[in-house]
């Protein structure tokens, strides 16, 4: 990689294409075409600024698609290029050691030509392209990372993936699209799968809490996120984003696992108390009731504590109305600027969440635990103008 002044000037002009927050959401990294940018999240600043030197093919225009990062040291790139034939596009993964200032290509050959998603966490890069999902091991040298396992997967476009590293002795989860519509695949090594039915639609977006014991899914509707026990496959609970369709941008646990973030295009980020107890295998929620394996007809009944907070209308008909209308609505909620998809993730301050957008747009928001409602925003920044 390569920086100058010039270039640094141009890139914070430059559309962003990829964001992504790190594992710890201390910091993010927003890539444009032809350069990468690290943001710390607490206290936000920029971190670096670095234009990238293209991959050496002579006969061919390589450009920055993706960018993920592990920590301030360590950012993995995807480098998009047309194929010298034509007929499509292929990719290269590149590392990058920040501290080193040195970049090295990934050798091994993936199983597909176009990285649609991958997600770095802890010791282990996943890899998401067409009907694949590739795990490999970064234990030792980033360069030669040791395939661990390739799950086969339905057509994912959205590059969607999911994996956990726990602390401990906690076996790492991935999660993946199964081959039919709605369904997902949960998978620790060394055990059989657990395959569940997330939601009749297609599945959009899903999340697993840091502890890889939760697992969140929102449909192609945007109506409904379910929680999900990944021991076993069980509902636990459901909550309302809204009734009209959307589509769900991103969904975030925080650290805890005690509160679900979740943005769409609504311009509207919602917060939901997680009212499961993640630390045992199969929970039933907390307010009591119960769920069956792989099923969402009913849905987790809001605690009468929740009602009365949110001031429920429909609450007197609670044990009428069929589980769709008892699904629980956000706790909190922060409405933000229109037609920009927005990622999220929990603040290392305390009841924070932190909100990122395409058009380079920088929240820092707060929500009360006790009495809910519209969140207060602390901190407004454009980063792709902050400047030195």
Same mark, same amino acid.
């Given at each position: 990689m390569a920086s100058s002044s010039a270039g640094a000037a141009a890139e914070r002009s430059a559309s962003v294409v990829h964001l992504a927050f790190n594992p710890y959401a201390n910091r993010f990294i927003a890539a444009t075409a032809t350069g990468v940018h690290v943001f710390s999240c607490d206290p936000f600043r920029r971190v670096f600024c670095e234009d990238v030197e293209v991959y050496p093919d002579s006969t061919t225009s390589w450009k920055v698609a993706i960018a993920e990062m592990l920590n301030e040291a360590f950012v993995a790139v995807v480098f998009r290029g047309a194929k010298p034939n034509g007929g *499509? +596009?292929?990719? !290269?993964?590149f590392f990058w050691s920040v501290l080193g200032g040195r970049m090295y290509g990934m050798e091994k050959r993936l199983p597909f030509d176009v990285v649609s998603g991958f997600r770095l966490v802890g010791e282990y890069l996943l890899v998401a392209g067409d009907e694949?999902?590739?795990l490999y091991e970064m234990a030792h040298h980033a360069a030669v990372p040791t $395939?661990? $396992?390739?799950?086969?997967?339905?057509?994912n476009p959205l590059g969607l993936c999911a994996v956990a590293q726990p602390d401990g002795l906690a076996r790492s989860v991935l999660v993946s699209p199964q081959k039919n519509k709605g369904m997902l695949q949960v998978h620790r090594l060394g055990e059989h799968p657990i395959y569940l039915r997330a939601h009749y639609s297609t599945v959009v977006s899903f999340a697993l809490s840091h502890d890889g014991r939760l697992l969140a899914t929102a449909g192609s509707k945007g109506t409904l996120v379910r929680i999900f026990s990944t021991n076993d496959g069980k509902l636990l609970q459901e909550v309302r984003r809204g009734t009209d369709r959307a589509d769900i941008h991103c969904i975030a646990f925080s650290p805890d696992s005690k509160w679900l973030a979740v943005s769409s295009d609504k311009c509207t980020v919602h917060v939901f108390r997680v009212n499961v107890d993640s630390t045992s295998s199969g929970s039933a929620p907390k307010n009591g009731s119960s769920s069956g394996h792989g099923s969402f007809q009913e849905a987790a009944a809001p605690s009468p504590a929740a009602n009365a907070s949110q001031g429920s209308y429909l609450s007197f008909l609670k044990g009428l109305l069929p589980g769709y209308f008892r699904s629980e609505r956000s706790w909190a909620q922060v409405y933000l600027r229109e037609d920009v998809k927005y990622l999220v993730a +929990? *603040? !290392?301050? !305390?009841?924070t969440v932190l909100v990122i957008g395409m058009d380079g747009s920088f929240y820092r928001c707060q929500f009360d635990p006790e009495i809910g409602g519209e969140m207060k925003q602390l901190e407004y920044r454009n980063f792709m103008d902050i400047k030195g």
């Open positions: *499509g +596009f292929m990719d !290269r993964i694949k999902t590739v $395939k661990v $396992k390739v799950v086969d997967t339905a057509h +929990f *603040g !290392r301050q !305390r009841n």
